[in-house]
């Protein structure tokens, strides 16, 4: 009975792991993010799909979008670097970043190519309920006025890079990870973030 009930709360908590949010990057080759707003459970992975062009996705701050979010707080952050579309579509393949979304804490995010931040390339999961200053429209309109920073550093930091078999449609679907067990890494503590690259199968 208690054995039972055990192994119920670990197959509930590994299913609650595996669940994945799809962002779209760069879909019909537009500069954005789709969605743009996601709400995701701790626990929860978001795979971003390189659909097209050259893109990265990169935390920043709320108040200085378009610069890494280490230039201007003591968290590390994540940042995909630029992942190979063309290469990847060469063999039927688009290529992934996935995280771990580890709590609450809002995280904001913009593409560091060109000027594909100020054009409002930018999104926000887990965008904070109580505070009306804090929104992802006010996001964009400071990032309209910033200047894209690139991070320095190893590209691919804090999370996994792979691939996905088919695109899936941006939105509210969940499904399965395929890469999230393969790399996880520690994210700062206020950040909660463990990520993965990877490739999927174009069909
Ligand atoms: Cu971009």
Excluded at 23 to 45: C, H, I, K, W, Y
Excluded at 178 to 191: K, R, Y
Aim: with cysteine; proline share 7%.
């Amino acid at each position: 009975m208690q054995l039972s009930t055990l192994v119920l709360a670990a197959l509930s908590s590994l299913a609650s792991a595996q669940r994945t949010w799809v962002v779209s990057v760069a879909q019909n080759a537009s500069l954005t993010f789709s969605p743009d707003r996601l709400t995701v459970q701790p626990g929860e992975m978001v795979q971003f799909q390189f659909l097209a062009g050259n893109h990265t996705v990169t935390q920043s701050t709320f108040d200085k979008p378009c610069q890494p979010i280490a230039m201007n707080s003591n968290v590390t952050g994540f940042h995909s670097g630029f992942l190979p579309v063309a290469a990847s579509a060469a063999m039927g393949m688009v290529p992934t970043y996935t995280i771990q979304i580890n709590n609450t804490n809002p995280l904001w995010l913009y593409c560091a190519q060109g000027r594909h931040c100020e054009q409002g390339m930018v999104m926000v999961i887990n965008e904070p309920a109580n505070n009306p200053n804090r929104t992802l429209e006010n996001y964009r309109s400071l990032a309209a006025q910033a200047q894209t920073v690139l991070p320095g550093g190893t590209p691919g930091s804090g999370g996994t890079t792979g691939t996905t078999n088919s695109p899936t449609q941006s939105g509210d679907a969940a499904t399965p990870s395929q890469t999230a067990a393969a790399g996880m890494l520690t994210a700062p503590a206020t950040l909660v973030v463990l990520a993965a690259a990877g490739f999927a199968m174009l069909l």
